[in-house]
């Protein structure tokens, strides 16, 4: 059974940095385009990054130039870098699985297929 699990959430200060991390499990992903979306407090689930099969890789406009995605196949990892972090960043992270091949990361969430729990992010002022 397919199974993705976040780990690597915490409570960190403005202008800090944190890396969050995703292991992959149950059956192969390596050409699934995996991806990163984040819920705030009171708000619907958002897309941040994506990643697909060749490491084309798509950003959500508010994190450009802030997070960074990347994924190790071998290890069935996939990882966010998050730096500069603001207090508008809090929110519940979670990790995704797109089984097609895409050769450009979906944003959507419908386009997910499978799901992680979910890591608590909180960026304090």
């Known amino acids: 059974q397919a199974r993705l699990v976040e780990s690597g959430g915490g409570l960190v200060q403005a202008g800090g940095s944190l890396r969050l991390s995703c292991a992959a499990s149950g059956r192969t992903f390596s050409s699934a385009t995996m991806g990163w979306f984040r819920q705030p407090p009171g708000k619907e689930r958002e897309f941040v990054a994506a990643?697909?099969?060749?490491?084309?890789?798509r950003y959500a406009d508010s994190v450009k130039g802030r997070f960074t995605i990347s994924r190790d196949n071998a290890g069935n990892m996939v990882y966010l870098q998050m730096n500069s972090l603001k207090p508008e960043d809090t929110a519940v992270y979670y990790c995704?699985?797109?089984?097609?091949?895409?050769?450009?990361?979906?944003?959507?969430?419908?386009?997910?297929?499978?799901w992680g729990q979910g890591t608590e992010v909180a960026v304090s002022s």
């Open positions: 995704a699985a797109d089984q097609r091949r895409t050769i450009v990361p979906d944003t959507s969430l419908g386009r997910y297929d499978y």
């Open positions: 990643i697909n099969w060749i490491g084309s890789t």
